[in-house]
């Protein structure tokens, strides 16, 4: 049976520091909480008839290991890696493991405008979509891109 919305929750996965989201330099990132964007996360889920499936860790390897569980139970990833998205190449490998499966990239600050160290991200080179800049409406539009690709597999486009 193919993967839906319907019959799968999307992934949600937030990489280090993102505990402390509305705490941690509100001028960049907001005084959103990490609750405040798995609420959003779960309503734009739930407006295509799905679920998401909210984590977040600040070891890489946790990561790692749940990017190789969404390949048997998600119908996609909407990842924040953090500070992991420049410097890590095990997430980029797990996340190159999960073929066929959207993941979208998302940062809730325009790392473009940030330090010249943030403007690589190794997990774009996978992401099938990044969204920067939009705060944490970036995970809604994340949400919203894998359901618009999951229903575009399954028409065929």
Known sequence: MPCTLANAPIMILNGPNLNLLGQRQPEIYGRE??????ELCAEAAAAHG???DFRQSN?????VDWIHEAR???????????????TSVAILDAL??????PVLEVHISNIHQRES???HSYVSLRADGVIAGCG???YVFGVERV???????QSGD
């Open 136 to 138: 944490v409406q970036g």
């Open 59 to 63: 070891r890489e390897g946790e990561l």
């Open 50 to 52: 799905g679920t998401v």
């Open 147 to 153: 359901a618009t690709l999951l229903g575009a597999a």
């Open 33 to 38: 909480t990490l609750a405040d964007v798995q």
């Open 72 to 86: 048997l139970g998600h119908c996609g990833i909407v990842i924040n890696p953090g500070a992991y998205s420049h």
């Open 117 to 119: 160290f943030r403007h």
């Open 96 to 101: 190159n493991t999960c073929d066929g499966m």
